[in-house]
């Protein structure tokens, strides 16, 4: 039977419509189990707002295991509820010590990317931007600096999840590589799998070889890339290759 508890009456609530409208799904045991695998969900998503601490707000991300498709949209996307600190004490401290609003701005941006991404879910620049209230091509703009400055790939869906037209976090795996840097090491400061990495350096190495004798039109239908990244790679190639 369903367990009593704060979400009792919820429970009892779901078993009675259930009963009434759903008995062709099958017997009491059944949805029980039905039910409790509701309210499970129930739970995970629900956050009473009064656990939050001042300055936080819940929010639904993607699911960082969630891979996009051609054909999935958000209405299908698994998503995760996170707890994002829009304004936190380091904030106030940081003002308090003369820090510029634009410097505050960016701190609280990369803060909130990366406590989805501990929570098992990933960001977009535009949940950025609502979040914030700040434009989404500051947020972009903010996010690129971040990146071009500390050579560390921030976790937000364009990077995780492969989407859009930046190569920005391509570029720092394979120069890190290309650096010898190993590849746990990479994966840690570009928020990656060592898998993800390992494949980027993969590819980067096909067009590498093919380089010597085709132009990059030609590699890019032969490797199934876009002809930007197969440019973007032979930049880097050289970049840290030529140059030695």
Not at 85 to 114: A, C, F, M, Q, W
Not at 237 to 244: L, R, S
């Amino acid at each position: 039977m369903i367990s009593s508890g704060s979400g009792k009456s919820v429970g009892s609530a779901i078993k009675t419509l259930i009963q009434a409208e759903y008995k062709f799904l099958g017997g009491e045991r059944v949805q029980d189990m039905l039910v409790h695998d509701l309210m499970n969900i129930y739970d995970k998503y629900h956050h009473d707002p009064w656990t939050l601490s001042v300055g936080q707000i819940m929010w639904f991300a993607v699911a960082i295991d969630e891979k996009p498709g051609p054909a999935k949209t958000l209405s299908n996307t698994r998503i995760v509820p996170v707890i994002l600190s829009v304004v936190h004490d380091e904030d106030h401290k940081l003002r308090e010590n003369g820090y510029s609003p634009k410097e505050i701005r960016r701190t609280r941006i990369v803060r909130i990317l990366k406590e989805a991404y501990n929570q098992g879910g990933v960001l977009s620049q535009g949940d950025v931007a609502i979040i914030t209230g700040i434009s989404a091509g500051v947020i972009s703009k903010e996010i690129r600096e971040y990146q071009n400055e500390t050579g560390e790939v921030l976790p937000y869906r364009g990077t995780i999840h492969d989407l859009g037209r930046t190569l920005t976090h391509k570029r720092i795996i394979i120069s890190l590589y290309l650096q010898n840097v190993p590849t746990p090491d990479i994966a840690r400061r570009t928020s990656h799998t060592e898998e993800a990495c390992d494949r980027y350096i993969k590819s980067f190495k096909k067009v590498q070889m093919l380089a010597k004798t085709m132009k990059p039109l030609e590699i890019a239908r032969l490797l199934g890339m876009s002809e930007s990244l197969v440019k973007e790679y032979l930049e880097l190639h050289n970049e840290f290759i030529v140059q030695e």
